[in-house]
Nanobody, 121 residues
Framework: QGQLVESGGGLVQAGGSLRLSCEAS????????ANWYRQAPGKQREMVAT???????NYADFVEGRFTVSRDNAKNRVDLQMNNLKPEDTAVYFC???????????????WGQGTQVTVSS
């Protein structure tokens, strides 16, 4: 049915930057609203950023202007540029969409497998 695949995570020092990417497999024709979530050990998963197909964005308060979400609808790709990272940003980051259009029709609530981001102090 297709999948979302995140990449770009890693280990970075506080104040550094990372760029996460989320790419849809070829069987996915389009992605509707795209979201980035994160989950730190022992904590609930929380929304980081959202972007609609027309590029309207929304961010969690803790982002404080440090992250930028973008997308390329032609490539079915969503990116999250993270700057001025803090140790408290350490988490597994997940890509999510509320709806995909696949070769077999519509499907809902797709999640990637996650990518680890670790920020050292």
């Amino acid at each position: 049915q297709g999948q979302l695949v995140e990449s770009g995570g890693g280990l970075v020092q506080a104040g550094g930057s990372l760029r996460l990417s989320c790419e849809a497999s070829k069987s996915i024709l389009s992605i509707n609203i795209a979201n980035w979530y994160r989950q730190a050990p022992g904590k609930q998963r929380e929304m980081v950023a959202t972007i609609t197909r027309d590029g309207t964005t929304n961010y969690a308060d803790f982002v404080e202007g440090r992250f930028t979400v973008s997308r390329d609808n032609a490539k079915n790709r969503v990116d999250l540029q993270m700057n001025n990272l803090k140790p408290e940003d350490t988490a597994v980051y997940f890509c999510n969409t509320d709806r995909v259009h696949t070769v077999k029709g519509f499907d809902y609530d797709y999640w990637g497998q996650g990518t680890q981001v670790t920020v050292s102090s």
